[in-house]
């Protein structure tokens, strides 16, 4: 799988390596917006838009981790890269001056051609691709992150991008430390130099 591939997951597992880095980034998000002395406290109003914004992340970056534990990395980064299709969708629902003109919608209709080749079952080993669940995870995951991007485009008109990323982050960290608990376990006799250098430039 991708995982087997990376070092930070030798010693953190995806959804504690999810805590790690987005505690790290939260951090630096934090410290950007105290040097530009942005406000970072929501007014109530703003809560619910976060929250939604901080759950579609966090069940996003799952999926993702799922999906590319049981896949090949050359195939979950051809899937996860099909995100701009989705958001290219999702824009008319959250950004509607941004329109679907033909030239638009041909590209769409070309790309989720590809996609239809790549797990189809009568390509070269397509039809272990087809049924191979974790795929599909990965093409969910894809189609979250488009639909995340164009709403949390939406949110920022509305509340600032300093804000919506730092909560998001923020808001996820208790998600991530509770799958992390119930379903992983932190490999400490595999810490090495190279885990911590891409743990911290994830997070950075």
């Known amino acids: 799988s991708l995982h087997d591939a990376l070092p930070i997951f030798e010693v953190f597992p995806p959804m504690w390596s999810g805590l790690v880095r987005f505690a790290i980034g939260a951090l630096c998000v934090g410290m950007w917006a105290l040097m530009r002395r942005e406000r970072l406290w929501p007014v109530p109003t703003?809560?619910?838009a976060l929250g939604l914004v901080a759950t579609?992340?966090?069940?996003?970056i799952t999926a993702m981790n799922v999906?590319?534990?049981?896949?090949?990395?050359?195939?979950?980064?051809l899937?996860?890269?099909?995100n701009p299709i989705f958001a290219a969708l999702f824009a008319?629902?959250?950004?509607?001056?941004?329109?679907?003109?033909?030239?638009?919608?041909?590209g769409l209709l070309v790309a989720f051609a590809g996609t239809a080749v790549v797990l189809s079952p009568?390509?070269?080993d397509g039809t272990a691709e087809f049924t191979r669940i974790a795929n599909w995870v990965v093409l969910l995951s894809a189609l979250l992150l488009g639909a995340r991007l164009?709403?949390?485009?939406?949110?920022?008109?509305?509340?600032g991008e300093t804000r919506v990323m730092f909560w998001m982050m923020v808001l996820s960290l208790p998600m991530f430390a509770l799958?992390?608990?119930?379903?992983?376990?932190?490999?400490?006799?595999?810490?090495?130099?190279r885990a911590l250098a891409g743990i911290a430039y994830q997070g950075i």
């Not at 999906?67 to 980064?77: I, K, V």
């Open 67 to 77: 999906g590319f534990n049981g896949t090949s990395g050359s195939l979950g980064a």
């Open 92 to 106: 008319r629902y959250f950004v509607p001056e941004d329109r679907l003109d033909p030239g638009k919608a041909l």
């Open 122 to 124: 009568g390509s070269a």
């Open 150 to 159: 164009m709403y949390s485009a939406s949110v920022i008109r509305r509340i």
């Open 56 to 60: 579609l992340f966090m069940v996003q």
């Open 79 to 82: 899937l996860i890269a099909l």
């Open 46 to 48: 703003e809560w619910p």
């Open 179 to 193: 799958g992390g608990a119930m379903t992983e376990t932190l490999r400490w006799h595999n810490f090495s130099w």
